[in-house]
T-cell receptor
Framework: NAGVTQTPKFQVLKTGQSMTLQCAQDMNHNSMYWYRQDPGMGLRLIYYSASEGTTDKGEVPNGYNVSRLNKREFSLRLESAAPSQTSVYFC????????????FGSGTRLTVV | SQKIEQNSEALNIQEGKTATLTCNYTNYSPAYLQWYRQDPGRGPVFLLLIRENEKEKRKERLKVTFDTTLKQSLFHITASQPADSATYLCALDGSSNTGKLIFGQGTTLQVKP
């Protein structure tokens, strides 16, 4: 019953450092997504993967890269962190979205100092 | 420009009353619209989906309406309880059949005993 698991839950980075946020789902969903959530901005799509082997940019992809490692795992990498990337990051997965919703992870709270 | 708007002001109601939250959108033609609940420090949780050809959808104490002419969805919680206090997000498909959801900023509901 794990659903979508994100690691780590909290992270503090210095400007210029790199890190990878991990996401795994155990529901056999084809599609996976990375969103960031900022106060007053709502959830904004960074990258998504419609199926294993494919990735595409969302609304705010600059400064990020993704890897769909296999059907279960979708990672988000910050190559050179900036204070503007301080945010809460959510991973989500879905099957056919027109019949059901996303399943979200519990989020990673990232602070870049 | 494309917009999804939810009332940014918190909605405060008395226990037992019906809460009504509004989601308006501009320059989208969504095939469906979804509602999510988000508690502090947690990821959003899917509640309901309503399709463009459906006027109304119900689930227990929840009711959603979808008016494609007004470009508006209303989300009702009847017999509200303090446990219903949370932020509620609406989301719609930004482009047909991609599975990508565009989220509103959310409205915070506070139910007082």
């Amino acid at each position: 019953n794990a659903g979508v698991t994100q690691t780590p839950k909290f992270q503090v980075l210095k400007t210029g450092q790199s890190m990878t946020l991990q996401c795994a789902q155990d529901m056999n969903h084809n599609s996976m997504y990375w969103y960031r959530q900022d106060p007053g901005m709502g959830l904004r799509l960074i990258y998504y993967s419609a199926s294993e082997g494919t990735t595409d940019k969302g609304e705010v992809p600059n400064g990020y890269n993704v890897s769909r490692l296999n059907k279960r795992e979708f990672s988000l990498r910050l190559e050179s962190a900036a204070p503007s990337q301080t945010s809460v990051y959510f991973c989500a997965s879905s099957e056919v979205v027109s019949s059901g919703g996303y399943t979200f992870g519990s989020g990673t709270r990232l602070t870049v100092v | 420009s494309q917009k999804i708007e939810q009332n940014s002001e918190a909605l405060n109601i008395q226990e037992g009353k019906t809460a009504t939250l509004t989601c308006n959108y501009t320059n989208y033609s969504p095939a469906y619209l979804q509602w999510y609940r988000q508690d502090p420090g947690r990821g959003p949780v899917f509640l309901l989906l309503i399709r463009e050809n459906e006027k109304e959808k119900r689930k227990e104490r929840l009711k959603v309406t979808f008016d494609t002419t007004l470009k508006q969805s209303l989300f009702h919680i009847t017999a509200s309880q303090p446990a219903d206090s949370a932020t509620y997000l609406c989301a719609l498909d930004g482009s047909s059949n991609t599975g990508k959801l565009i989220f509103g900023q959310g409205t915070t509901l506070q139910v007082k005993p």
